[in-house]
């Protein structure tokens, strides 16, 4: 299932402060906006994992395991926060609020590698793409 981690600063002077958001290989990032009420992925990856870091606004996060669709999960997001996706696990996000949010994951999504990663799923009502529908 996904897990949500409250990011803080790592380090604070007069300057400002560093929050740091990730450590490891990823191989796409991108910044994202939501616009309140809108929906987000309704689907899942074989293999890539993914974060999202929330900088502003508010989403729910819904997920539930392939291997028991009854298993579902609702996550409050709110900025600073980092939610972690697994590989098989489906998930989609609602936009309570007007967001920017920086998705990372660990494969390149150029070249046709994410869609042949990713399959539609729906977690809950909203938008599909149907470029994922397989």
Not at 35 to 51: D, T
Request: charged share 25%; hydrophobic share 35%; net charge negative.
């Amino acid at each position: 299932m996904e897990k949500v981690t409250h990011l803080g600063p790592a380090f604070v002077d007069e300057r400002g402060q560093i929050t740091n958001i990730f450590e490891g290989d990823m191989q796409h990032i991108a910044f994202i906006t939501s616009k309140a009420g809108s929906v987000r992925a309704n689907h899942y990856h074989k293999k890539i994992h993914q974060y999202i870091y929330l900088v502003s606004g508010e989403f729910e996060s819904h997920c539930c395991d392939l291997n028991n669709p009854e298993k579902k999960q609702m996550l409050i997001v709110k900025p600073g926060d980092i939610v972690d996706t697994p590989a098989m696990i489906a998930h989609a996000q609602r936009f309570t609020k007007d967001s920017v949010f920086i998705a990372l994951s660990t494969a390149k999504r150029h070249e046709g590698k994410y869609e042949e990663d990713t399959t539609a799923y729906k977690v809950i009502e909203g938008y599909i793409n149907p470029e994922l529908v397989k």
